[in-house]
């Protein structure tokens, strides 16, 4: 095989990996989704793995378990340069040193202190070949949650608005249900179904009442962890969250301030409660944010309301946007997806790099990132 025919080869395992890794956002929290292909010399595929839900085991495990005997003289293809520490499980370097694999190429750097190249570093050291960067911008968007914790100690935020085109979001009356349409919604379950967690405001809960579940069938192994803001533990104890509690984990931003029995009511229930220093008006939300990455949840998605949305704009914390548009229009007297968060001038807004554009039933869902 040539250079550039080995590059192109070397491109299309690379690719299956990312595809086993994808379908494994949201279940591998705190551990990011990583995904292993490896080819036998005779340039077959003889195992696929990918990072298990919770985490473990890792992706290069499960494919070296299938390859069996076969990963002698193989190529294995990781969308992540394989761990080097033991941690809960023994490092992937010692295991595909091991199995006798030959040659490893590595999409993206684990940017965890604890590897950080030693891991392409132990694989050399030990005679393997190992190529690095091949898909590397692919590898970095699908670990984009993971590596936001380690770099900057909070998840990687997706604000989800569904609105008009004007974008109001419910009538005056508060009257919201639907705005866009049923193939659009279930395209909105299933972004919750690649996110480890989902957050509104104490506000929609109480007007909506929504469960917050991922009711597709089959889209998970294991449950979106649910988040509420609720700085005073506003919420109903009847809330449909909290009586589907048996379905997933429920979590409470909450004010370190916020009433004793109040609090220990809700722990009663099964809720995890995060208490946050802040004003009384709201939680401080960057607090918040590295709150949820201390526990371990790297890809979060933020359904509104209107004032969440607002104050995480304001504070510049939200780094995609997943905006569903209806082809309708309310005009003024609507509520807007976000609240006034103090733009006086243009240069004050915050900017945003279109990713993709997509037609579902009569709504477009437009996808965007924060303007480096
Ligand atoms: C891999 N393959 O599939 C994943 C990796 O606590 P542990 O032992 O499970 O290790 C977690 C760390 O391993 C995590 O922080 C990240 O650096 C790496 N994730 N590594 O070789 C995998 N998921
Ligand atoms: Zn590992």
Redesign the pocket.
Known sequence: MNGPERAEKDRAHMRAALALAARRLGE?WP??A?GCVIVGAEGRVVGRGA?APG??P???TEALAMAGAASRGASAYVT?E??CHT???PP?TGALIEAGIARVVVALR?P?P??NGAGIDALRAAGIAVEEGVLADEAADLAAGFVSVVTRGRPLVTLKLASTLDGRIATRAGESQWITGEPARRAAHALRGRHDAVLVGVGTLLADDPRLTCRLAGYRARPLVRIIADSHLRTRMTASVLSSIALGPVWFLIHDRTDTARKQAFAALGARLLPLPGAEAGVDLAAGLRALGQAGITRLLVEGGAQLAAALLRDDLVDRLAWFHAPTVMGGDGWPAAQGFGVAHLAAMPRFSRRAVTLIGDDVLSEFERFA
Do not use: I, M, S, Y
């Open positions: 591998t551990n990011p990583v990072t985490g473990r890792h992706a290069e992540l394989p761990c941690g809960q499980t992937c684990d965890d604890r590897v």
